[in-house]
């Protein structure tokens, strides 16, 4: 086995297509203002650090938060449902918290 079959085999599998959707949901929610990912928290955990701090480590963090969860519950088995199902991350946040926000202005 070389170098190419084994990047190709990491690159198909399930987790890391999910992972790539995941990205990709994010990537695509940051155009929502409501949607503020896991930077609230960080901002927490880790506070005085730089703007910069928390938009890269919230790039990192929330896609394998959505890839991991994406996985357990869909388990997706080929490469469209993983791909997929990171993708549906995203937008099931952004929907829940446009939900809740509907909600507390009743």
């Known amino acids: 086995?070389?170098?190419?079959?084994?990047?190709?085999?990491?690159?198909?599998?399930?987790?890391?297509l999910a992972w790539f959707g995941a990205v990709c949901g994010h990537i695509l929610s940051l155009y929502s203002d409501d949607f503020k990912g896991t930077q609230p928290f960080l901002k927490?955990?880790?506070p005085e650090k730089s703007d910069k701090f928390y938009a890269r480590?919230?790039?990192?963090l929330l896609?394998?938060?959505?890839a991991v969860l994406s996985i357990v519950l869909l388990e997706p088995d080929n490469l469209k449902s993983a791909i997929f199902a990171g993708l549906s991350w995203s937008g099931t946040l952004i929907a829940l918290l446009n939900n809740?926000?509907?909600e507390t202005h009743e």
């Open 44 to 46: 927490k955990m880790f």
């Open 100 to 102: 809740k926000k509907i």
């Open 1 to 16: 086995m070389n170098v190419a079959d084994i990047i190709l085999d990491i690159a198909t599998k399930p987790c890391t």
């Open 63 to 66: 896609p394998i938060i959505g």
């Open 57 to 60: 480590f919230d790039f990192l």
